[in-house]
């Protein structure tokens, strides 16, 4: 058995029918239970009804067993002509066991000796005072003339009582049979809806097996199978997005690399074949094209260690302030060519921070690269420090081109370019993504705002303490 479709449905169904019997069972049982009951309650106040109209009549209990035997006589005769329509013969139930009496009750007199009896009990038999006390006692008035006590057993049901029970029977037999089959109807329906989520989950898969990503699967409820659902298409989504951008990844670097080997093989092919002069000129600019090469292949390298987790880092406690500093000495020169203010802002009494100080440069290096390249003459950038519950959050803040709105979800990825303008062509266009790395390899987070275009922006990397 392999459908979780059968699966369900035979559970459900199993459970339904556990549920229709049961419930049947004891429907039938507390019916014929309150029956009995009933018929022994009326049987009670029949019998005490007819020994007082007796002693009534009578003046004593002489001869009430005799009265009792000839009716008990009358009641099995079949009917003559003319019979009263009450007299006919008690119903037998066919496969069932006779009932022990056909009234079964006895009658004690007031000194406590028996004078109408039905087995197991004998006329003449004297009852205890603990005996009469679970009897019922015949009053005539004030006075106690005798009392009765049931035998236990339960009277025999009239052929009408009988016939009630049986439409019972068969009302429930009924219920139980239609309530079976709506609720094997309704395993069906529940099982099919159950399922149908996960075999369109499983068609998915294996269109994504064959090379179809991007596929999405529609999300119907909101459980468990409606959060898988979205689960999946989040994940289609992003594996599609991933894929996308490797290819344009690898399309990048392909140009990246093309662009300065081009430069390199026109030169050493003409100077090769004589076309150009040697000079110091034309060696620098092939000695530029190497040095791109060679940043663009440790920027990758730098990203593929930081992917595989096998970036090394050599920490060392240092206090926030004093990165700040160093970052800002290495760009006074260039700010001040560009009139640019370059101020460090850091809180009083900030505790050290454990990272590596190489790389955090490089980090906060490449913020302050990009702030100075989109800061106009005269604007201002400021690297602060400051203090947030457990983190220490570095930022540069700049007021220089900012950062449209759509372009700022995409800024962290690699080769990203929604501008060509803001990129150098000596970049690689990975600074911000190693960057985004490497913050991530200390075990916290860089995060990019701007109120938009011509409103500045800030980048923030939020550290911890520990």
């Given at each position: 058995m392999?459908?979780?479709?059968?699966?369900?449905?035979?559970?459900?169904?199993?459970?339904?029918l556990m549920g229709v019997g049961l419930a049947s069972v004891l429907a039938r049982w507390t019916t014929v239970q309150e029956f009995d009951r009933l018929v022994l309650e009326q049987a009670h106040n029949n019998f005490l009804n007819e020994v007082t109209v007796y002693y009534q009549t009578h003046g004593s209990w002489v001869g009430v067993s005799e009265y009792f035997h000839q009716k008990s006589q009358s009641l099995q005769m079949p009917p003559r002509p003319g019979d009263p329509g009450n007299l006919r013969p008690p119903p037998q139930n066919v496969g069932a066991a006779p009932r022990q009496a056909p009234v079964p009750f006895i009658l004690i007199d007031q000194n406590g000796y028996v004078v109408h009896a039905v087995p197991p009990y004998r006329p003449g038999e004297y009852m205890s005072a603990n005996k009469l006390a679970q009897g019922t006692p015949i009053k005539i008035g004030s006075q106690v003339v005798g009392t009765m006590l049931a035998t236990g057993s339960a009277p025999p049901l009239s052929e009408q009582?009988?016939?009630?029970?049986?439409?019972?029977?068969?009302?429930?037999?009924?219920?139980?049979?239609?309530?079976?089959?709506?609720?094997?109807?309704?395993?069906?329906?529940?099982?099919?809806?159950?399922?149908?989520?996960?075999?369109?989950?499983?068609?998915?898969?294996?269109?994504?097996?064959?090379?179809?990503?991007?596929v999405a699967v529609a999300v119907r409820s909101r459980d468990e199978i409606g959060e898988l659902t979205s689960a999946?298409?989040?994940m289609s989504a992003d594996l599609a997005r991933a894929n996308q951008l490797r290819r344009q990844m690898t399309a990048d670097i392909a140009h990246d690399l093309r662009t300065p080997l081009s430069v390199i093989g026109g030169y050493v092919e003409s100077l090769s074949d004589g076309v150009l002069e040697p000079n110091p000129a034309r060696f620098d600019v092939m000695r530029q094209q190497v040095e791109h090469l060679q940043h663009l292949v440790e920027d990758l390298r730098t990203l593929s260690l930081a992917d595989a987790?096998?970036?090394?880092?050599?920490?060392?406690?240092?206090?926030?302030?004093?990165?700040?500093?160093?970052?800002?000495?290495?760009?006074?020169?260039?700010?001040a060519q560009k009139q640019i203010m370059l101020r460090v802002e850091a809180e009083p009494g900030l505790p050290e921070i454990a990272v590596d100080e190489m790389r955090m440069t490089q980090v906060l290096g490449n913020l302050v690269g990009n702030a100075l390249r989109y800061t106009p003459n005269g604007g201002h950038i400021t690297l602060a420090a400051k203090r947030h519950a457990q983190k220490i959050i570095l930022s540069v803040v700049?007021?220089?081109?900012?950062?449209?709105?759509?372009?700022?979800?995409?800024?962290?990825?690699?080769?990203?370019?929604?501008?060509?303008?803001?990129?150098?062509?000596?970049?690689?266009?990975?600074?911000?993504?190693?960057?985004?790395?490497?913050?991530?390899?200390?075990?916290?987070?860089?995060?990019?705002?701007?109120e938009g275009v011509g409103r500045g922006s800030t980048f923030s990397l939020d550290l911890g303490l520990a």
């Open positions: 392999r459908s979780l479709s059968t699966k369900l449905l035979l559970a459900f169904l199993g459970l339904s009582e009988q016939q009630y029970l049986d439409r019972t029977n068969q009302a429930l037999l009924v219920s139980a049979l239609a309530t079976a089959t709506i609720a094997l109807l309704l395993s069906i329906v529940v099982a099919r809806t159950l399922t149908k989520p996960m075999r369109e989950l499983t068609r998915a898969i294996r269109a994504m097996a064959q090379g179809k990503l991007g999946f298409n989040q987790g096998e970036l090394k880092l050599n920490r060392q406690r240092i206090a926030p302030q004093t990165l700040l500093e160093q970052t800002a000495s290495m760009f006074e020169h260039q700010a700049d007021n220089g081109a900012g950062i449209a709105p759509d372009v700022l979800p995409h800024i962290f990825e690699r080769f990203y370019r929604a501008d060509t303008s803001r990129q150098g062509e000596s970049e690689s266009g990975l600074g911000l993504a190693i960057a985004k790395s490497l913050v991530e390899a200390h075990g916290g987070a860089l995060t990019a705002t701007s």
